[in-house]
């Protein structure tokens, strides 16, 4: 057992090289059994383990930095600085995080959780280091599939033309949350087979490493010759025409070569690549044969590598099905992802429609504009993205899809609370990004039902842009408010006869009915934990009924106004930033309206903070959103 003895990078490097491998087996072994617990990021993380190793047995965190890109494959940087005890809550509320937190460990030098952001990070750290007169490596590790984002390419540009002492280790293992797809993907498998190439320039290098340096000129004209040397033998290597110097590829498995080449690359007074060959889910056959499955999973079982499935329908495999139901039926409907078709329930369409799928890699805004294109072209795009992810794309959005008037549909999988991902992944900002922008339709779906109804009219009842938000969790039961037909700009009212039957009974009252009391509206992604509430309020004999805003953009305030009146509590609950939502819009409508003046109001939404770990529940628990929290609110209201 080496882990337990772990308590600093110093202590990996005082391990005996020959007990590397066993150190290896002992990291995958509790990997999988705690993401087997918890849930996590496995197949990514089993695939870095000899990687992570050789990195912090040839630098010295946090003298040297390590900059992880998306940072969901930190797993072993984490067990290897200091946290293998505090591993075993990872992703859980209180427990550290799934990715770098500079909260946690002075190893971890920036919040990571979106990706191709690691270059720029590093160069700028690097810079103000050197401003500063600090000495140290600055090292960035980046993935294939995080390369295809256009911003890795402006980092490597501009670290090219600084010319600082950067190093970029490509991690190629061809996947990111899918399999790699576009040119660059095909390049880095190209530079895969250059072993000639790299057995010559070891043996070059050893060769020039012999010569002194008696000026600056000789050093330039030997750094020209071996330009020269690689220009011969190595035409097409990106990296090289930007300024770096490039060694691999590199068995990423091999913990002695990437030692040697990480003890060169330190050496090199100018930007260096190092590409490192790894597998992904590597040391686990049931990641390793399939490692989107196995990218972000939730608790499974560890024996069988069995991922339970449960017969609930999520609102993500709804989309699947309807999706695909609806382009059966239009030639013109394409989608579009960005790297992530399995997650937003694409992979139907694209075995069903290969020829109108399009999955652009990690980049967001590129996807976005691409389907502006699409749409210019005639054809319907629907572009599916998670929500924390199309924040990326806002320019694009205003551009080239709303100024243009673009008739695009665009899907944001993980609207609101996102469980376990912690801060840098909660869906909670798209509503308040997107609301302000003109000519765009904003929907926010509460069921099945409700999902039919809206992808149909976003893709045949509208020619504006369209955005359809919807949470990461399954269904609710069907109510019959969901099919109803589509009304531009009004929501779904459901009183509680219709949700709650036998207890809106106890609260009526004479021959008139029921007396009105607390109206909740809420965005269709929080309707379960509404109902929630709304069902306890009707326990204690408070009758309650629904608002659900179907449309958050445009809205008919008239029709809003009319469900509204009467009510002597109406309490907003929005799965959102609460500053810039739509509930304080409405709230101030409700106040200022001689129908509803009357009424006690308030406004639940998401605190102007980052969001921590935790599940669900607990997510909008802590940001006062859960059912017995929007209950409470509704009966302090009414004594008030």
């Not at 939404?605 to 802590?622: S, T």
């Amino acid at each position: 057992m080496f882990l337990h003895s772990i308590h600093s990078p110093e202590d990996v490097k005082r391990i005996p090289k020959k007990d590397l491998p066993a150190l290896a087996r002992e990291m995958r072994s509790r990997i999988i059994e705690v993401v087997g617990r918890n849930g996590g990021h496995l197949a990514s993380n089993l695939g870095v383990v000899e990687l992570a190793i050789a990195l912090h047995r040839s630098f010295s965190s946090p003298q040297d930095a390590i900059v992880w890109d998306v940072s969901h494959q930190c797993y072993p940087h984490k067990m290897l600085t200091g946290r293998c005890e505090a591993f075993s809550s990872v992703r859980l509320k209180g427990g550290i995080s799934g990715f770098t937190r500079i909260r946690e460990s002075e190893h971890d030098f920036f919040d990571a959780g979106h990706a191709s952001s690691s270059i720029s990070s590093a160069l700028g750290l690097l810079a103000a280091w050197e401003q500063l007169g600090k000495k140290g490596k600055v090292v960035a590790v980046i993935g294939d599939g995080a390369l295809t984002g256009g911003m890795a390419f402006e980092g490597l540009s501009h670290a090219g033309q600084l010319a600082r002492n950067l190093i970029v280790v490509v991690n190629d293992n061809q996947m990111s949350i899918d399999r790699n797809v576009g040119s660059f993907s095909r390049y880095l498998s190209r530079l895969t087979f250059t072993h000639f190439y790299q057995g010559f320039r070891f043996r070059l290098d050893r060769l020039v490493d012999k010569i002194p340096y008696f000026n600056r000129h000789l050093g330039k004209l030997i750094f020209r010759f071996k330009r020269g040397i690689k220009g011969l033998f190595l035409t097409n290597n990106l990296f090289v025409d930007l300024g770096f110097e490039y060694a691999g590829p590199l068995n990423g498995h091999d913990i002695d070569e990437m030692e040697r080449v990480f003890s060169k690359a330190k050496k090199i007074p100018r930007p260096v690549v190092v590409h490192v060959v790894t597998k992904k889910g590597k040391g686990y056959s049931p990641a390793e044969n399939n490692p989107s499955v196995f990218h972000g999973v939730g608790p499974f079982n560890t024996s069988g590598g069995i991922v339970e499935k449960f017969d609930t329908l999520s609102f993500t495999e709804e989309f699947s099905s309807r999706i695909v139901e609806l382009a059966e039926k239009d030639g013109r409907i394409a989608a579009v992802t960005a790297a992530m078709s399995k997650g937003t329930g694409l992979d139907a369409f694209s075995r069903r429609f290969p020829r109108r799928f399009f999955d652009v890699g990690i980049a967001e805004e590129h996807a976005v504009s691409f389907a502006g294109g699409l749409a210019a072209g005639g054809l319907i795009p629907v572009v599916a993205v998670y929500s924390t992810f199309m924040q990326r794309s806002v320019d694009q959005v205003i551009e080239d899809i709303a100024l243009q008037n673009r008739h695009a549909v665009l899907v944001l999988d993980r609207a609101g609370a996102v469980p376990s991902d912690g801060e840098t992944h909660q869906g909670i900002f798209d509503i308040a990004l997107f609301r302000p922008v003109p000519n765009l339709c904003i929907l926010s779906v509460a069921g099945k039902g409700d999902m039919d109804v809206c992808l149909e009219w976003a893709v045949h009842g509208t020619e504006s842009p369209v955005i359809i938000r919807w949470p990461k969790m399954t269904c609710p039961s069907e109510l019959p408010q969901f099919s109803s037909p589509v009304e531009t700009g009004r929501g779904l009212f459901i009183p509680c006869e219709e949700f709650a039957p036998s207890l809106a009974v106890r609260c009526a009252e004479g021959e008139d009915g029921r007396k009105k009391s607390v109206l909740l509206v809420c965005t269709g992604s929080i309707f379960s934990e509404t109902l929630k509430a709304a069902r306890s309020l009707l326990m204690d004999g408070v009758p309650a009924d629904i608002y659900s805003l179907r449309f958050i953009k445009p809205l008919d305030t008239q029709y809003f106004l009319k469900a509204a009146e009467g009510y002597s509590v109406i309490v907003f609950v929005e799965d959102g930033i609460k500053a810039g939502g739509i509930s304080q819009e409405l709230e101030h409508l409700v106040v200022t309206s001689a129908e509803t003046a009357r009424a006690k109001s308030c406004v639940l939404a998401f605190p102007d903070r980052f969001v921590p770990n935790g599940n669900r529940e607990q997510i909008l628990e802590e940001a006062g959103l859960s059912p017995q929290q929007i209950a409470r609110c509704a009966r302090e209201l009414g004594r008030g």
